[in-house]
């Protein structure tokens, strides 16, 4: 099945621990995103990336880091949580060309 | 990116055609209409996206005004499985743009 898989669903952690939140599609699209939902405050991008090892900043891009070494996966890595990205992340990706990206089922992040 | 306007919230009862508005008045000429939804605890799905013409596809279609300005997504017979947040969304960059930006969409509820 074609799908979007993000790890874990849900992940409660403490301020300043890193963490990693894999992404991985099956679907050999190039384009990937991740994005992070906030209530009243829709959705935000903050990184995306056009291909391996090509990436940019999104809207949001501050205290997170992306890498794009493989094609399928596009991990987000939070250095140093804080509470301030508590918040549900979802990861997309597209094939060039395509207009319909595909999204992951998200990740619930708790930062206490 | 142009903003677009939609009501926070409708009502339907199933089995009844449903019709989503929006307003994108700022609209330019190479922006896309795409719309997304997002069922409770799930990532956005894509449903449709259009340029001038009015378009159709197995899950709903897409009425588009004539001076773009506003567009229409028409859910043929809504079932409960329909209840969702349904964003209407403008890309630039001939729609393959690297960023989506969601607005805070319209709720549907579906009831019997």
């Known amino acids: 099945e074609a799908q979007v898989t993000q790890n874990p669903r849900y992940l409660i952690t403490v301020t300043g621990k890193k963490l990693t939140v894999t992404c991985s599609q099956n679907m050999n699209h190039e384009y990937m995103s991740w994005y992070r939902q906030d209530p009243g405050l829709g959705l935000r991008q903050i990184y995306y990336s056009m291909n391996v090892e090509v990436t940019d900043k999104g809207d949001v891009p501050e205290g997170y880091k992306v890498s794009r070494k493989e094609k399928r996966n596009f991990p987000l890595i939070l250095e140093s949580p804080s509470p301030n990205q508590t918040s549900l992340y979802f990861c997309?990706?597209?094939?060039?060309?395509?207009?319909?990206?595909?999204f992951g089922s998200g990740t619930r992040l708790t930062v206490v | 990116d142009a903003k677009t306007t939609q009501p926070n919230s409708m009502e339907s009862n199933e089995e009844e055609p449903v019709h989503l508005p929006c307003n994108h008045s700022t609209i330019s000429g190479t922006d896309y209409i795409h719309w997304y939804r997002q069922l409770p605890s799930q990532g956005p799905e894509y449903v449709i996206h259009g340029l001038t013409s009015n378009v159709n596809n197995r899950m709903a279609s897409l009425a588009i005004a004539e001076d773009r300005k506003s567009s229409t997504l028409i859910l043929h017979r809504a079932t409960l499985r329909d209840a969702a947040v349904y964003y209407c969304i403008l890309s630039s960059r001939g729609g393959t743009a690297s960023k989506l930006t969601f607005g805070t969409g319209t709720r549907l509820q579906v009831t019997l």
């Open positions: 997309a990706s597209r094939s060039t060309g395509s207009y319909g990206y595909t």
